[in-house]
């Protein structure tokens, strides 16, 4: 099995589609010899904010000399993002290797009846692996919800970090914040040690409050209103928080919550804040207001529930006013396409719409429809890479293109060809 092989396999899996419950990777983890029981593990759950957790709790783990791996979701330009040592990448080689041993497993499960799904697959993948290379410590990021997601068939974690939480896959998680906090909370485990942030919604934060009690947990919250902001542009924000002076190398307000929460969980580990502030500033985060040229300013940001949507709103209002912005949009139509676009495009000159290659894709001419009326200039263009070219022309070096949207657009993009 070569790296065009794994992947395809993997992806092969979706035909079982998405299926929640640890049963299934259960079985498949014990065909693998229980590499998650000879792990540690940080847990990362949350609406927003949890891959940017991951990534820097990573980066600050690496900084301390850990040896330690990174599981994350979705990927944007490369499969083996998903599965990363010292913030490397999986190599190709070593993923067809690891593949291999999940796909022999998943085999023997299948002859009994037992199929398990694409993100169990690749999770059970990232679990051996870490294993076998001998990982001191696992940064393991939530993939939907936390009760019943594969991650959450590890032990006790030495830490579960429990990002923002708000409405978002409300058909499969509950409709309110309530309870998609309680599926969020299914990762706290008892005894366990607990961060979140003073800026959590107070009905989630009520949820965890009472999780943690009844799992007779410690509960950390890091104080959002102790962090002193000493400079900020579209580029990062300097912060001294509880003793520490660090520059976030990313964009927003939401940031510095995240940041936040960060310093609060690595102190948690007993990680000192030397390294803390070396791995914060040397993190780096695809596709989350991600600034990839400045001149002119092009930011790619995934991301298009509401609180994704008010935090690009925050920046470009505050940070990009005096540049001409055009805008480059594809979203999932199973998404609130039309209150994303009114926060976005009345702050654009220019949107142009297309549709990414996704079978949940909207169809660029509906995105076009449902943001005329916010924006004065618009166009759609099928093709993605067609777009992003019809995009790119109309931009000039003091002005500022702005990719967002679906993960799956910025993919198509900039990802693997």
Avoid at 35 to 49: C, D, I, R, Y
Wanted: net charge negative.
């Amino acid at each position: 099995m070569n790296y065009e092989d794994s992947v395809k396999y993997i992806h092969s899996l979706l035909k079982f589609g998405m299926n929640l419950g640890l049963q299934r990777i259960s079985a498949l983890l014990n065909e693998l010899g229980n590499p998650q029981e000879k792990l540690e593990f940080v847990h990362v759950a949350g609406t927003n904010g949890k891959g940017t957790t991951s990534t820097m709790l990573s980066s600050i783990l690496c900084a301390a000399g850990k040896k330690t791996g990174l599981f994350t979701s979705p990927y944007v330009f490369d499969f083996c993002e998903r599965i990363q040592i010292n913030n490397k990448n999986i190599p190709h080689d070593d993923l067809s290797l690891v593949v291999e041993k999940v796909k022999n497993a998943c085999d023997r499960l299948s002859a009994k009846g037992t199929e398990p799904t694409e993100f169990e697959a690749i999770t059970a993948a990232a679990m051996l692996y870490f294993y076998e290379q001998k990982c001191d410590a696992v940064v393991l990021e939530v993939g939907l919800g936390g009760r019943y997601d594969s991650t959450n068939i590890i032990p006790c974690p030495k830490a579960a970090v429990i990002t923002s939480i708000s409405l978002d896959h409300t058909k499969i998680l509950g409709d309110t914040v309530e309870k998609i906090a309680a599926e969020k909370c299914g990762i706290i485990k008892n005894g366990g040690t607990v961060i979140t942030t003073s800026e959590q919604n107070e009905k989630a934060l009520s949820v965890i409050k009472d999780t943690v009690k009844e799992k007779n947990g410690r509960l950390l919250i890091g104080d959002v209103s102790a962090a002193e902001i000493l400079s900020e542009d579209i580029f990062g924000t300097e912060i001294s928080y509880n003793g520490l002076t660090v520059k976030i190398p990313l964009v927003g307000r939401h940031q510095v919550e995240n940041t936040v929460g960060v310093i609060t969980a690595a102190r948690a580990l007993g990680i000192s804040d030397e390294f803390i502030k070396k791995g914060i500033e040397s993190t780096v985060i695809h596709a989350r207001m991600e600034i990839i040229s400045r001149s002119p300013v092009i930011m790619l940001d995934g991301g298009h529930n509401p609180e994704c949507a008010a935090a690009l709103e925050n920046v470009l209002v505050r940070f990009a006013g005096d540049k001409s912005i055009t805008v480059l949009i594809g979203m999932m139509a199973d998404k609130d396409t039309k209150d994303y676009l009114a926060a976005i495009l009345p702050h654009c000159k220019t949107a142009v719409f297309t549709k990414p290659s996704n079978p949940r894709a909207e169809d660029e001419t509906e995105l076009l429809r449902e943001g005329e009326c916010f924006c004065r200039d618009v166009v759609s263009v099928k093709d993605p890479k067609d777009a992003y070219k019809k995009a790119r022309s109309l931009v000039k070096n003091g002005d500022m293109l702005l990719v967002c949207g679906s993960f799956y657009l910025l993919s198509d993009i900039f990802g693997e060809p």
